[in-house]
């Protein structure tokens, strides 16, 4: 039996569906399974439809993204998206794309602890998720410097998504 569910719940369209179509505008933005949807937008406005996101400036040089918050305009500007869950928070820089930040504070939620960062350079607010182990192990608190790891990095410049 084929049924068609409309509704305005990313989580239950996600959960529910064998296909999502994501609508904006009246317009078809995105089709395919809730996977595909979801781990590889097509656009900067899917990506942000289908939950929280944290949003990183930058330029695409050499096939890299460098973070740049302030950076001038002209060519190879872009806009990195990195989900909560999708960032590792650590004592130590762990890569060069590793970007310092400030603990602002931590909360449980369930089985998750969010912890909103401020980026050292830019001040933009940062937003992870942790599993509540690796929280405990860390010893955060409020105030701590720390540095933020994208683990999964999604670059679109000029609204096309950027193999990175």
């Given at each position: 039996?084929?049924?068609?569910?409309?509704?305005?719940?990313?989580?239950?369209?996600?959960?529910?569906?064998d296909r999502v179509v994501v609508m904006m505008d009246g317009n078809v933005a995105q089709t395919g399974t809730p996977d595909e949807v979801y781990d590889r937008p097509a656009s900067?406005?899917?990506?942000?439809?289908?939950?929280?996101?944290?949003?990183?400036?930058?330029r695409v040089a050499a096939g890299s993204f460098l973070h740049q918050p302030n950076q001038p305009e002209g060519d190879g500007v872009a806009t990195a998206f990195v989900r909560p869950h999708d960032l590792e928070v650590d004592r130590f820089q762990s890569t060069e794309k590793s970007v310092p930040a400030v603990v602002l504070h931590a909360y449980a939620v369930g089985p998750k602890v969010r912890v909103e960062l401020r980026h050292r350079d830019s001040g933009?607010?940062?937003?992870?998720?942790?599993?509540?182990?690796?929280?405990?192990?860390?010893?955060?608190?409020?105030g701590d410097e720390v540095w933020v790891t994208p683990k999964s990095l999604h670059v679109f410049q000029d609204g096309q998504e950027v193999a990175i």
């Open positions: 039996m084929t049924s068609i569910f409309v509704t305005h719940d990313q989580e239950e369209a996600l959960e529910l569906a900067p406005e899917v990506y942000q439809f289908l939950g929280d996101v944290n949003l990183f400036h930058g933009q607010v940062i937003e992870a998720e942790l599993t509540r182990e690796r929280h405990r192990n860390l010893g955060l608190a409020a």
